[in-house]
């Protein structure tokens, strides 16, 4: 098994609004990442999960809330989101962080759009 | 600051030719190279990758090119196939660092194989 898995594929949310994107992977793999792609450029690295610990945050807004609840689990929580945030968010996992060669391997994405 | 760039933003190729994608980088710590496919609405799917110990990495129709001197590598892909139309991008890390694993991604090439 090989995929990494987001959903939902699809969410359209409120400004006022609280929700959540989830990720899974059970490839064993044990870095999990966050990115935010805006059309027409290329992901942008949100946070890094190694081990379920938090290890780098890329000084995204607190509106954004990441949790990492196993070594298999990824949640992006969102609040107060603006309608900048609107973007394809993708999850991608790898053995580990910081290693040597290691490809991390990409969930479909969840298109987000904050009206 | 982009420090992985893509030059061409879009490449036509016709079908059983070569297809040469270019990629540009400005660190001179990367030490691991990546290429990623991506279809619309999909994640980026990982294609194949080269270490800065090696110049030449091969896996069947791909091979990825490296030269460290000119910060340069390219990816060719022979025979063409209509199925390879998609946005291409390249990726760049600093591996062996034990903390995390940042991907840093150039704009992509958009590759349209025609009939």
Redesign the interface.
């Known amino acids: 098994d090989t995929e990494v898995t987001q959903t939902p594929k699809h969410l359209v949310m409120g400004m006022t609004n609280k929700k959540s994107l989830k990720c899974e992977q059970h490839m064993g793999h044990r870095a999990m990442y966050w990115y935010k792609q805006k059309a027409k450029k290329p992901p942008e690295l949100m946070f890094v999960y190694s081990y379920e610990k938090l290890s780098i945050n890329e000084s995204v807004p607190s509106r954004f809330s990441p949790e990492c609840p196993n070594s298999s689990l990824l949640n992006l929580h969102l609040h107060a989101l603006q309608p900048e945030d609107s973007a394809l968010y993708l999850c991608a996992s790898s053995r580990t962080a910081g290693a040597l060669n290691d490809e991390q391997y990409f969930g479909p994405g969840t298109r987000l759009t904050v009206t | 600051d982009q420090q992985v760039k893509q030059n061409s933003p879009s490449l036509s190729v016709q079908e059983g030719r070569i297809s040469i994608l270019n990629c540009d980088y400005t660190n001179s710590m990367f ?2 190279f ?1 290429w ?1 496919k991506k279809y619309p ?6 294609l194949i ?1 080269i ?1 800065s110990i090696k110049d030449k990495n091969e896996d069947g129709r791909f091979t990825v090119f490296l030269n460290k001197s000119a910060k340069h590598l390219s990816l060719h892909i022979v025979p063409s196939q209509p199925g390879d139309s998609a946005v291409y ?1 390249c990726a760049a890390s600093v ?9 840093t ?4 090439t958009r590759l349209q194989v025609t009939l």
């Not at chain 2, 591996?95 to 991907?103: P, V």
């Not at chain 2, 991604?105 to 992509?108: C, I, L, R, S, V």
């Open positions: 030490d691991y990546l990623y609405a999909e994640g980026p799917t990982f990758s270490s991008f591996g062996g660092t034990g903390t995390a694993s940042k991907l991604f150039g704009t992509g």
